[in-house]
Structure formats: C-alpha cells, structure tokens
C-alpha cells in the first residue's frame, strides 16, 4: 500500500529565511507527485506536481527515488507562505486516487 | 464554471439520522473523488467515479457509507445512521483523466461539507 509520511507537524522559520518540507513516500513503482497547499478558509488547491518540474511561488520539489523524497523548498520564506502543506503520492498509472501525508502547518514569522 | 461545489457547507445532525452531501464538479471532469478530513489528519479517500461508475472503495466506507453520481455529473454521499466518529469535513474534488489510463492533472477540491453528529 502507498503511505506518504510528513514527520513534521509545524515548522516556524523566519520570513527571509530558507525553508523545508520533508515528505517521504512508500510505493515500489514510479509515483507521480504532488505538494497541495491550503491557506486559512480557503480550500486545498495544488502547489506543483514532480512531472511539470516547475517553480510555484518560489517553491521547487525534486523527487529524489533513492531516499524516497519529495521535499518542498523554498529559498527565501514570506508572510504570506504560512498554510497546511500536504504531500501526496499517486501511482503513475494515474488511474488511482492521490493519498495524502498528514500535513505540515508552515508559519513564518515576521 | 465556478470550480467545485459542495453542499451544505455545515450540517450538524443528531446521531442516528441519515444525511446527503451534494458535490458538483467542474463541468469536464470526468473523474470525481470523496475524502474525508479529520483534526490533524491529512484527507483520506473514500471514494472515485470515473463517469457514473465507481470504480474503487476505500475499507473506510462501511456499509453505511453510500455514493452515487448517477448521469456522471454531481455526485451524493449518504451517510445513513450517523455516529459521533462519522464527524468530519468531507471533500470533493474533481479531475480530468485520459482514456488511456494516462496520468492525470492534479484534483481541484470544493470547499467541503463540515458535518457534525451530536
């Protein structure tokens, strides 16, 4: 079964600083993944996926097939970052549902 | 085309009464999804269709649990005899999937139906 573990409840940082969301899968295959990001009284929406390789706001994610990762990265954190990260995994026939990690809740502090 | 919608957005019930929840995807979506949410939990699924056949259930819904989407449009979950562990939001989200079984784009979730069982 696909688990997606995100060991950290909260992470505080400082705006301006570096920031990191750790994100570990467990799927033998080749998952596609993805960051979803929920701000206070809106509803979840998706931040990036690993296929499109993109930048979203200044936050970048490299699946890393060795140690199983996915963490979100963003250089330089801002006020307005402060949200429910969840990583999510899905098998990369696309033709099963998304399962979510539990979810990090992402302050930056002015 | 407004993205998806659930409703009722709150509904406290008393233990033991039925409910329905309403999702509507985005309009051509082909696929449509059910989680559930609880207190420091991430979304849990439920539930999918792909057109009006549901195709997976998760062992999270127990006989009580009853979804539809019967014209392969807006989609109702049925909680009959509710109990006070069936609190939570319950999500919807929506996506467009190739025929192919390729992959597909990323979910675009509702706001969620809050539901409270006292």
Redesign the interface.
């Known amino acids: 079964a696909q688990r997606v573990t995100q060991p950290e409840k909260l992470l505080s940082v400082f705006k301006g600083a570096p920031v990191e969301l750790k994100c570990n899968y467990s799927y033998s295959g080749s998952p596609e993944l993805f960051w979803y990001v929920q701000y206070s009284r809106q509803r979840l929406q998706l931040l990036l996926r690993h296929i499109s390789r993109e930048s979203i706001k200044g936050f970048t994610a490299d699946l890393n097939k060795g140690e199983t990762s996915f963490h979100l990265k963003k250089p330089f954190a801002q006020e307005e970052d402060s949200a429910m990260y969840y990583c999510a995994s899905q098998r990369n026939s696309g033709n099963t549902p998304l399962v979510f990690g539990k979810g990090t809740r992402l302050s930056v502090i002015a | 085309d407004t993205g998806v919608s659930q409703n009722p957005r709150h509904k406290i019930t008393k233990r033991g009464q039925n409910v329905t929840f309403r999702c509507d995807p985005i309009s051509e979506h082909n696929r449509l ?1 059910w ?1 559930r949410q609880t207190l ?6 439920l539930t ?1 269709f792909q057109n009006e056949a549901q195709l ?1 259930k998760s062992r999270l819904l127990s006989d009580r649990f009853s979804a539809e989407r019967p014209k392969g449009s807006f989609s109702t979950l049925e909680i009959q005899r509710t109990e006070q562990g069936d609190s939570a939001m319950y ?1 919807c ?1 929506s996506s467009l ?2 025929t192919g ?4 784009a ?7 139906t809050r539901l409270t069982v006292v």
């Open positions: 999804y989680y420091g939990q991430g979304p849990e699924f999918y997976e999500l989200a999937a190739g079984g390729g992959r597909s990323g979910y675009t979730f509702g706001s969620g």
